[in-house]
């Protein structure tokens, strides 16, 4: 395994590129094919969706297709029968060549090490599309096509996605743009205006149950739980498994089940795991964990309908916490402070016991209020 950091890549699953089968998405799927078969391919496609729902998977897989598929003009034997899949076998040389990082026709933007500090930097600079601009004039002799993936484009900044839009605005012949996007609405508007949608949509059990095989990730018995808590993603579904989210997810429902008195011990020993070394990615899942417990109870409070428990006491604490819409309100409002907070403190470099602690008492305060 290369020991560069690989932001598209979720910890503890395969890498997209990796990825044989796209479960859950034949929808997307066949919108692109459609309109590769009747020739009105556009040069810029928009892949959006949740998180872990295999937006990257389905890039790589187009990437595959359109290298991996020639030209037909059908010549002397007519035109030759429209593919009906976008399969390529991980076997074939276009397959091999972009797995190794060797494939001539295509290029590939996320997120850098910053050769300064050595770490990822946080967003997609102009550079990288600088980059790419000498890519598509060292590669325009060849004649064949070209496909650029960019992962995720809502993380350029600035300078690089105004970059971008030049080139969208006059694209390059026989190359296709694929913008992998989580957050559509962060990009700029004359950006999306240039590209056709893919939305995917979230998997259902089975299809989590098949994609997670293929990760090579075992949810067991904590299968249904997983599937509630994971919102349809698999890329979630692998972080709450390989992280063992699930026994955090209850011992924050534990302690929400008695508030406002408050289980001090366990607050305690969550603080405590948390500003381990290398605990940094328990630390993010922490916040979005209790982000993701808040805005549950949230929406219960304001319908009324208490969702299926992902663990055992999850329903009972929401009706006892959040009763009316009016409390649902004060949980939602909270969720958007904790989650202010925990960006700042992370910052800033908080101390991460103290930004835990910190939100159990935020949490205390709002039952008690």
């Not at 890519?135 to 993380?155: K, N, Y």
């Not at 026989?174 to 962060?186: E, G, K, W």
């Amino acid at each position: 395994m290369s020991e560069t950091p690989e932001p598209d890549r979720v910890p503890g699953a395969p890498h997209p590129r990796d990825a044989a089968v796209l479960f859950g998405q034949s929808e997307a799927e066949a919108t692109f094919l459609d309109a590769f078969n009747a020739k009105r391919l556009h040069h810029a496609w928009l892949i959006s969706g949740l998180r872990g729902v295999g937006k990257a998977t389905l890039g790589w897989r187009i990437a595959r297709f359109l290298l991996a598929t020639p030209d037909e003009d059908g010549g002397l034997f007519g035109e030759p029968v429209p593919p009906d899949t976008l399969d390529v076998s991980l076997e074939h040389p276009v397959a091999r060549r972009l797995i190794a990082g060797a494939e001539p026709g295509f290029f590939h933007i996320i997120r850098r090490v910053n050769e300064k500090t050595g770490r990822l930097r946080n967003d997609i600079v102009a550079e990288n599309v600088r980059d790419l601009n000498r890519f598509l004039q060292m590669s325009r002799t060849d004649g064949g096509r070209r496909v650029v993936l960019i992962d995720s484009a809502d993380e350029m900044n600035q300078q690089a996605a105004n970059a971008l839009l030049k080139m969208l605005e006059e694209p390059p012949e026989r190359t296709t743009f694929l913008l992998i996007t989580h957050q559509p609405a962060r990009l700029l508007p004359t950006i999306r205006s240039r590209c056709r949608d893919l939305r995917l949509s979230e998997l259902g059990a089975e299809d989590m149950g098949q994609a997670l095989i293929q990760a090579g990730v075992d949810a067991g018995p904590d299968a249904p739980s997983v599937t509630e808590l994971s919102g349809g993603s698999v890329g979630e579904a692998v972080r709450l498994i390989g992280l063992d989210g699930l026994a955090l997810y209850r011992d924050l429902i534990d302690i929400m089940g008695i508030l406002p008195s408050l289980d001090r011990a366990r607050a305690g020993k969550i603080s405590t795991q948390m500003a381990a070394r290398g605990a940094e990615e328990r630390l993010d899942l922490f916040f979005s964990l209790t982000d993701l417990m808040l805005s549950r109870m949230a929406r219960s409070g304001a319908s009324g309908l208490v969702p299926k428990d992902a663990v055992t006491g999850e329903g009972a604490a929401f009706q006892a916490l959040a009763p009316t819409p009016v409390k649902a309100r004060d949980w939602a409002q909270l969720a958007q402070d904790i989650g202010a907070r925990a960006r700042h403190g992370r910052a800033v470099n908080l101390d991460p016991a103290a930004l835990v602690l910190d939100t159990v008492l935020k949490l205390q305060s709002c039952a008690k209020a």
